[in-house]
């Protein structure tokens, strides 16, 4: 039965008493938990060889559809690295492949679409997500939940301008060139489109959560590429919708965008409750323009991840330190793991964010 407080079930690991009290569910609520937790974004894979036998064989998207495969990929950096939290392994493109758009990932590359969605015919062809459709989600999060005990699920989705800017430019693109014009031509398709992004993710990341995510992150890649006024106006509308599907979930939200630092003050409006920095910004620096409100996330360097260790140990040691004066702070990379990344040097990262 649903608790009086929330829409979550009584089963839910947050409801049951398995992750109310994790360090990461903490520091998402702005508590100082005794140990400062740590995880990697796109950690689940990458660099991990037990990922690639894994993955032998078999295409990212089968793989993400696939619940015992995609549970097992999720788990496999926990058991490595001991870190705070697994993040569910999938892509931000699944739930746009579930609402019947011809999507590929081309390894090397990452989303691909021949027919890319630029009309406004395009954008009402488009399909709504039916909450079937989303069943092998829901199912890979309930084993990965099952196994992971009082460590909780990170459960994620893309941003509508990151999931649209894919959809228009029909694959991966430098500038979102072909996107950020359809924004100021055709902006009534455009807010289509974007409306149709937020609720296919608000439907994914409901779905995680229903099954038993204890915290979500909205990924925005892509946002950095836009001036502040046209992310303001014509795109953080339609990433608090998206985190609007999740309304009367009690479950801590995290936003991260790319290339933000100048329009963070912008972001605590869009329902998060915690902000990720990449690896531009101080968290400090961040920290004032936030004015000291919010639990922040990040913010190590991913390219210091090849450096020698006693760089990269000054440099997280560096990050921490910075963090110290925040309300809370959520250890991580200012973006993802390189797939070349040594899996040990994420370990031994692990090992000194909880000695310190």
């Known amino acids: 039965m649903p608790s009086p407080l929330s829409a979550l079930p009584s089963t839910h690991p947050l409801l049951d008493g398995r992750t109310s009290d994790a360090p990461l569910v903490r520091a998402a609520r702005g508590d100082r938990p005794e140990s400062l937790p740590v995880w990697f974004m796109r950690q689940a894979g990458r ?9 032998a064989g078999t295409e990212m998207l089968d793989a993400c559809l696939d619940p015992a495969l995609a549970a097992e990929i999720t788990l ?6 001991g870190v705070d939290a697994a993040v569910f392994f999938s892509d931000i493109v699944v739930p746009v492949l579930l609402a019947g758009v011809d999507v590929r990932i081309v390894p090397g590359r990452g989303p691909v679409l021949d ?14 997500l039916e909450a079937d459709a989303l069943e092998p989600i829901s199912e890979a999060v309930r084993l990965v939940v099952a196994e992971l005990g009082t460590t909780p699920l990170v459960g994620f989705g893309g941003a509508p301008y990151t999931l649209a800017s894919y959809l228009i430019e029909g694959g991966p693109s430098k500038d979102q060139l072909r996107a950020r014009a359809l924004m100021r031509t055709d902006p009534h398709t455009w807010a289509a489109l974007l409306n149709w992004c937020a609720d296919v993710t608000g439907a994914f ?13 909205l990924f925005d890649s892509w946002a950095g590429s836009l ?75 991913p390219a210091l991840l090849a450096a020698p260790w ?36 994420l370990t031994r990262i692990v090992d000194l964010v909880h000695a310190l």
């Not at 997280?316 to 899996?343: C, F, K, M, Q, Y």
């Open 47 to 55: 660099s991990l060889p037990e990922y690639r036998a894994s993955r």
């Open 76 to 81: 496999q950096p926990v058991r490595r690295h």
């Open 115 to 128: 027919s890319p969605i630029r009309t406004a015919s395009d954008v009402l062809n488009l399909r709504p």
């Open 205 to 217: 990341l409901r779905a995680q959560v229903e099954a038993g995510a204890s915290v979500v992150q």
């Open 227 to 301: 001036s502040r006024n046209d992310y303001q106006r014509r795109a953080a509308p339609h990433s608090h919708r998206a985190f609007d599907g999740l309304r009367g979930f009690d479950v801590p939200k995290i936003h991260f965008g790319l290339g933000m630092g100048d329009m963070l003050d912008l972001l605590p409006g869009l329902g998060a409750d915690v902000i990720g920095i990449d690896w531009r910004l101080p968290l400090d620096e961040a920290d004032a323009r936030l004015g000291g409100r919010f639990p922040l996330q990040g913010n190590i360097d």
């Open 310 to 345: 006693p760089i990269l140990d000054a440099h997280v040691r560096d990050v921490v330190e910075r963090g110290r004066s925040l309300p809370a702070h959520i250890v991580n990379l200012g973006h993802g793991v390189p797939p070349e990344t040594d899996p040990a040097v």
